[in-house]
């Protein structure tokens, strides 16, 4: 079953953002390194239509660093936008956010024509973590949590540099299925929105091609995953839950518990640096969900 999330409020924030993105120079959509695709709203590309717009591939500690400049150059490639990958924490990198701000709007810069930035984002994909980063304090809100609440604020992070957060919530929007599982993976979907075994299962398959020897590292598999036929990703899930110690009384794996070890070690990155999807793969998706 595929996963179905729709956390409402979309209208409140669509209508906020066309109101704020009148005077908005270069519009920032922070997305997670390890799904970029998944972690784009598709509504905002409908929003900031012309708008110059900045891509920021965060936690790209996290993620397999081959895709990750695989992604940059997809986004380099369209009009008017240009991609950094960061971590949200590392100051440093925060500074290159700023940087390639301007260089998008070259034409604003000092008191009369400061620079106008709005930054968006769906939930846990680390915009306090680098609100707070740039401001250089605890301005933001941070947790673990999809949709902890907070509320529009503008940042000046320099006398002609103006940041503005989201008005609202950006919620994710699946328009593929694939993606419902990379968001879920990756915690940005309510926790009551999806199964974790599905989840889990879904997990493995993905990684069980370009990421087997991490698995088979991780979990000390003695088979080759490559003999696992495609419909039998719960053996592998099976398998895991007994090399980890999830076993029940008799004997029998506890299904459940190996599928939170599987989620929670992609999650931490235990597993090694994986993003779950390349641009060629993505783009496929969307155009087999358009076709349907
Ligand atoms: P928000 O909902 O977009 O504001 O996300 P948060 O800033 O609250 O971050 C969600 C979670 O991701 C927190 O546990 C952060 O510590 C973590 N996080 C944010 N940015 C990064 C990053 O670049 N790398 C890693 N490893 N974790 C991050």
């Not at 960061?86 to 925060?94: F, N, S, V």
């Not at 930035?117 to 915009?127: A, D, M, S």
């Not at 599928?259 to 929670?264: H, K, L, S």
Request: one cysteine or more; hydrophobic letters at 45%.
């Amino acid at each position: 079953m595929a996963i179905q999330w729709f956390p409402g409020h979309m209208n409140v924030t669509k209508k906020a953002i066309l109101e704020r993105i009148k005077d908005i120079d270069v519009v920032i959509e922070l997305l997670d390194a390890r799904l970029p695709g998944s972690s784009a709203n598709p509504m905002l590309a409908e929003m900031t239509g012309t708008r110059r717009k900045l891509k920021v591939l965060n936690k790209q500690d996290l993620a397999d660093p081959e895709r990750t400049e695989a992604w940059l150059a997809w986004y380099s490639a369209q009009s008017d936008t240009a991609a950094i990958a960061l971590d949200a924490g590392d100051t440093a990198p925060a500074q290159r956010l700023i940087k390639a701000c301007r260089e998008l709007a070259p034409n604003r810069g000092g008191m009369d024509k400061p620079l106008r930035v709005l930054i968006c984002g769906i939930p846990n994909v680390g915009k306090s973590t680098l609100l707070n980063t740039l401001v250089g304090k605890k301005a933001a809100k941070t947790g673990d949590e999809a949709g902890v609440t907070r509320i529009e604020q503008r940042i000046n992070l320099a006398s002609d540099f103006y940041l503005f957060d989201t008005p609202g919530m950006l919620w994710p929007k699946i328009l593929v299925e694939q993606s419902g599982y990379h968001l879920a993976g990756s915690g940005a979907v309510g926790r009551n929105a999806y199964d974790e075994e599905e989840v889990a299962l879904e997990l493995l398959h993905r990684l069980k091609g370009p990421y087997a020897q991490l698995l088979a590292a991780r979990y000390k598999l003695t088979f080759p995953l490559a003999d696992i036929p495609g419909a039998h990703d719960d053996a592998l899930l099976e398998e895991i839950g007994r090399r980890r110690g999830a076993v029940m009384a008799g004997g029998r794996v506890n299904l459940q518990k190996a599928a939170e070890i599987v989620i929670n070690d992609f999650r931490s990155a235990i597993l090694g640096r994986i993003t779950l999807e390349t641009p060629p793969e993505f783009e496929a998706w969307v155009a087999e969900a358009q076709v349907r």
